[in-house]
């Protein structure tokens, strides 16, 4: 069975500094999905970006990057240039292609941005 | 334009009693999902429909089922409701062909006095 683990139940970063949070996985799938999502306080759960197992760059989006390192085992998301706004739960989560389309997510880290 | 809906948003009932969450998506999505949050935060799916099709029932008491009039709804009916069923419920679509990326609707929070 897959499994995600998110070792930093809380982190803070300034305002304009970046941030990396980690997150670990396990699967014996060679084929598999990695995502981040982010919860604010109001709830929702909000797609920020996905790395599939294959792909040999690193994704991007605007200020989210996920460094994605196989041998490890990790995809940690970076946020560059931290804004009050991304203050939040972030969570990571695994899928297996062929797994029946199941998240599997970590336990969260919250993060706060201070000025 | 919203792209995964669900209702209500809060939940208030007592013990024992029966109720129903609604979810629809406007994605065009085939496959949906029932996710539950609890306490600590922890989210783990429920069910899965891939057009009206069952796909994932993880280990969830049957006082809880599902159901999928068609591939763009997805509700979740729970009878005999118990206090430990209070938690955050979300809805999620995606469409496998396009990497399998969940969006999520804005959640009911249940909760049971």
């Known amino acids: 069975a897959q499994k995600i683990t998110q070792t930093q139940p809380g982190m803070f970063v300034q305002e304009k500094e970046a941030v990396t949070l980690d997150c670990t996985y396990d699967?014996?799938?060679?084929?598999?999905?990695l995502f981040w999502y982010k919860q604010p306080s109001s709830g929702e759960m909000i797609f920020l970006i996905y790395q599939g197992s294959y792909d040999q760059q690193n994704a991007t989006e605007g200020r989210y990057s996920l460094n994605f390192q196989k041998a490890r085992k990790s995809a940690n998301l970076v946020i560059s240039a931290s804004q009050l706004g991304d203050s939040a739960m972030y969570f990571c989560a695994i899928i297996l292609t062929g797994g029946g389309n199941k998240l599997t997510f970590g336990t969260g880290t919250q993060l706060k941005v201070e000025l | 334009d919203t792209a995964v809906s669900q209702t209500p948003k809060y939940l208030v009932t007592q013990m024992g009693n029966d109720k129903s969450i609604k979810c629809e998506q406007n994605?065009?999505?085939?496959?949906m999902y029932w996710y539950k949050q609890d306490s600590k935060k922890f989210l783990k799916i429920m069910f899965s429909?891939?057009?009206?099709?069952?796909?994932i029932n993880e280990t969830v008491p049957n006082r809880f089922s599902p159901k999928s009039p068609d591939k763009a709804h997805l509700n979740l009916h729970i009878n005999s409701l118990e206090l430990g069923d209070s938690a955050v419920y979300f809805c999620?679509?995606?469409?496998?062909?396009?990497?399998?990326?969940?969006?999520f609707g804005p959640g009911t929070r249940l909760t049971v006095l």
């Open positions: 994605l065009g999505h085939d496959t």
């Open positions: 999620a679509s995606s469409q496998p062909s396009a990497g399998d990326t969940q969006y």
């Open positions: 699967t014996s799938d060679p084929s598999y999905g």
């Open positions: 429909y891939n057009n009206k099709e069952l796909i």
